[in-house]
């Protein structure tokens, strides 16, 4: 059981996520592939044995089938690490910056006094190394939440605190 | 510490303050776990329906298991109430924690169907600012916590409660009650000749057409005549194809022909714009926006009349259109997306605020409405000075997936298509590229963009929720990047600006929206 050192979220200054993070994004993805991987081999035997498809088509079908567990077992276990490489969060005085995506690299702004309200989520893996999801949920119409993956559950908690709504938030 | 009675029903309360839902949530949500088993249930139905017994004993499971999920759903959902935020704790294997500050709550309403009624309970939803949707569905508490509820939420922040209660008069849709108690000053009013132009404009002629195919498709004996008919067309032997087939017969591909099959094809376009004419006409008949203190009101239609009101304050950006058309006649179609508290989004099809207004009055009325959306006289910047070779790539990857989807029906004439489009980017993607500009203030974030079509969108800075910066992989490579300011309505975004004015842009959004003070 690791046990994170609880420091405080220094201000104005750039964080990484958690090494963690990288093992438990493949573990959850792992744990995914599993229980879907036998619904869709189930699923094609049964198109397979009810529908008459030639030789050919079969073959592809199950072709398909490997290629795309190949895929995703392999995008599973590496993908991450690229994500955790470019992945980062601030805290300063006006709100928290959150920096994400591989190919495409989003770095999203929320002002501390537009955040309506936070959740935490924890799934399996993440409680098993302690960390957690933080979801931030704003009045955007076009992109209403925000997720930050894999930070430490006390600073997921420390974040959620900081981002309270202030007594001189709102107008009347 | 606070003694919390126990709000759900008795003997539920759980760990001093957190409580559970009404125990009859367990039934009562069952048909919503149903719901989210439908595909497998259907799946093993289908499967099984050989033997009667087999069936039965199949319903009975996913009944079961419906029944099982409802419950743990049950047990695994705590609440509590905090001294600054309502908890809500859900999930067993995959946990999650919510927190809605009572600062946050902009609504708490309650709702009894006819079942609910009968066992005493009541549902719960929780609106906080921002999506329809709501943050919380309490599925059921008892009737005597709803009250309860309610005080404990707003009485924690009762200026919100009382923001809510202005808002909502407003909204009432008492014209009597609104007549006598504020003037009504006309901003806006639509002639039929102007009608006439907006719906030559917004050619939703073709919308017509299919939806009355649709309507006529109702009808079984008409569907049939025209499946037969088109069955017939393309098997080879309609009547349509034998007339075309023997025209052609006769005078080969002779430019009469020719004439008589492109004046045909202009007739019907002209016919489907003079569908989309008259559509509009008895659809924004007397169209009116008047102002009544904070709010707009617009009033149209000939045989459904829409009414409906928009609060200034909740305006979120103001958005301006002219394409060829508009630009002939010297007119804009002026549009403004508004947060929650405008009637008007309900009800699917919505109108924009001005369908068509000159451009001169554009300036005027933005400034009589909302004198801090100005953006006359402001410092428009560029893009990146190579953005134009970005739009160009685009253009052409796009040229280039249309050539190979309609490649079956053209054949060689593709390339034509092809080297057109190319060509037509070639020319004119400098212009598109300069025409495209973008300004910042204290009070607003504006684009604008277009050559031959021009738009513009204003978005208020105080209505900024969230600021995006983002880079494709194109964009890393080229040294751009590109900004979205997401208001509580719609989105102000501009994309292939050089990377430090972009970084800088969202550093500056953020402070600017950070120090104004949240008003919805």
Redesign the interface.
Known sequence: MLSLEVVGVARGVEHQLEPAYVKVAYLSTAGRLLISTPLLVGALVVTQLFSSLTEMQKFALWGLLVAKLLFNVIKGYYWPRLEYRHARYMLDDDGVQIQRGVLRRIVTSIPRSRVQHVDLAQGVWERRYGLATLVIHTAASGSPETSLRGVSRATAEEIRNYLKPQAFDDAV | MTDVDPIAAPADAVAGDEFRLHPWSILLNLRSELRALIFPAIAVLL?GRKSERGFFAQLVVILIIGLVRATWRYFSQRMRFDP??FVIKS?I?????????Y??IQSVDSTRNAIQQMLGVAEIVIH????AEP?AKLTVLSVNSVADFRQRIFASSP??HA?TLVATDALLDQPGAVATTARRDQVLRLSTRDLLLYGFIENRGMLLILGAIGVLFQYGPLEKMFNDALSAEFGGQGPLRGYVTGLLSQHGLAPELVLYAVVAVVLMLLFVRLLSVIWAVVRLHNFTVMRTGDALRVEYGLFTRVNGTIPLTRVQTVSTKAGVIHRMFDCVTLDV?V?QGSNLEKGGLREPLAPILPRTRVAPLVAELWPDLGVEGADWQPLHERAHIRLLRSGVSGALILGVVLFPALRVWTVLVFGAAVVWKLLTVKRVADSIRWTVSDRVFAVRSGWIAKQEIVARVQK??????????FD?RNGMAGI?A??????AAVSYLPVDVARGL??D???K??R?????
């Open positions: 499967a600054t935020e999930g294997i995959r946990r999650n924690e919510r927190r809605i500050p600062a946050r906080t600012a921002g999506s943050e200026i919100r923001d997306t947060a900024m929720q969230v600021l995006a910066f983002s880079q494709t992989l890393r979205a997401h208001t509580a309505g719609g989105v969202l550093s959004l953020s402070a929206a950070a104004t003070k949240f008003r919805l």
